[in-house]
């Protein structure tokens, strides 16, 4: 079925680098995606969202980037801090409703090297 | 701003015994729950959609006898695991979405759940 894949399961970034995640989708008829960040033993935090009729959103610290030509999702991360190591999945609402079911990827490790 | 609360955050039990998982919205309304599985260095898989007054939805390969969901107000869904077994073991985590609004769907800080 539809899905939504990373290409790098594991990343490790040296602090104060920026660090580029990136994330494949399948389902060309989706058109919101969010960013989350987990940490060992909690739940998924809300980082960034973006929708299709953007390619470019930008937050603090991080900016999401959607190319709809090639299905292909970023997270990007300026001035890496250890705060950041994490689990970072990207996730598609299918519906396009921020109240409607989200699926995940299967996420990629950041670890942020002092 | 928006909390989701899970209770308990760890359970350890034997084999056989039913488990009950709570998942609160704080201060605010939920007509929808998702309950999510994520086994260790895997991704959140979503089992059920909880819809405060009906019956739950299921996603495709999850057993409703065995997950049983019950969202009795719009502030509180229930999970119970029954005869739950050693494989069954893992993190549950639940998230809400606000009523009439915008934002993005909160997440509890899940359910660790130890089968022995």
């Known amino acids: 079925g539809e899905s939504v894949g990373l290409h ?32 060992s033993g909690k739940g998924p935090q809300f980082i960034i969202d973006i ?5 470019k959103r930008q937050g603090q610290r991080v900016t999401v980037l959607l190319n709809k030509t090639v299905k ?6 300026a001035a890496t801090q250890p705060g950041d190591s994490a689990v970072y999945f990207c996730a598609e609402n299918p519906s396009g409703t921020s109240y409607d079911k989200v699926i995940f990827g299967p996420g990629t490790s950041l670890s942020v090297i002092p | ?33 998702f309950w999510y599985r994520q086994f260790p260095k895997q991704s959140l898989m979503l089992m059920a959609t909880s ?8 996603e495709q390969g999850v057993e409703k006898d065995k997950f049983l969901i019950n969202h009795a107000s719009l502030t509180l869904s229930t999970l119970t695991v029954t005869s739950a077994h050693p494989e069954d073991s893992s993190f549950y985590i639940c998230s809400a979405p606000q009523v009439r609004s915008n934002q993005p769907q909160h997440f509890g800080d899940g359910t660790r759940l130890s089968i022995l």
Not at chain 2, 51 to 58: D, F, R, V
């Open chain 2, 1 to 33: 701003g928006a909390v989701v609360s899970q209770h308990p955050s760890w359970v350890i039990c034997k084999s056989g015994t039913s488990v009950k998982i709570e998942c609160r919205s704080l201060d605010f309304q939920a007509t929808t729950m």
């Open chain 1, 72 to 77: 292909h999702l970023s997270l990007q991360i």
């Open chain 1, 51 to 55: 929708r299709s009729n953007m390619d």
């Open chain 1, 8 to 39: 790098l399961p594991t990343l490790s970034v040296q602090e104060g680098d920026n660090s580029i995640i990136n994330c494949a989708y399948s389902n060309s008829a989706s058109d919101y995606f969010i960013w989350y960040k987990q940490e």
């Open chain 2, 51 to 58: 819809n405060e007054g009906s019956k739950a939805t299921y």
